[in-house]
């Protein structure tokens, strides 16, 4: 099991940044990876990014320009920075962690209860 917390969330003002921190208790394995989703009102949540051990980061193409993901694979933990913000990048920012396993069985997923971020004049 593996328990995720996220923090850093908050108000920030339109071309403002913000940096959302993961942290991680219980056992987090190399091959897991990290991602952030969000989820605005009204609206699927939806991926942000992801990152592996070995450093491989995806973003999205909304935040890609905007955005870097980061990982500490010392701490177990999995960061957002996030610059130029935008109103459409309010919602709920939830940290995710998948574990894939080398045989058939299912992925494993952890969620944190998610941070809030509101980007407003």
């Known amino acids: 099991q593996v328990q995720l917390v996220e923090s850093g969330g908050g108000w920030v003002q339109p071309g403002g940044s913000l940096t959302l921190h993961c942290g991680s208790s219980?056992?987090?394995?190399?091959?897991?990876?990290f991602a952030w989703y969000r989820q605005a009102p009204g609206k699927q949540r939806e991926l942000v990014g992801t990152?592996?051990?070995?450093?491989?980061?995806f973003l999205s193409d909304p935040v890609a320009a905007r955005f870097t993901i980061s990982r500490d694979n010392a701490k177990n933990t999995a960061d957002l920075q996030m610059d130029n913000l935008m109103p459409d990048d309010s919602g709920v920012y939830f940290c995710?962690?998948?574990?894939?396993?080398?045989?058939?069985?299912?992925?494993?997923?952890?969620w944190g209860p998610g941070t809030q971020v509101t980007v407003s004049s």
């Open positions: 995710h962690l998948r574990r894939v396993f080398p045989d058939e069985s299912p992925d494993e997923e952890y």
């Open positions: 219980g056992t987090v394995f190399s091959g897991d990876i």
């Open positions: 990152i592996s051990s070995g450093g491989g980061r």
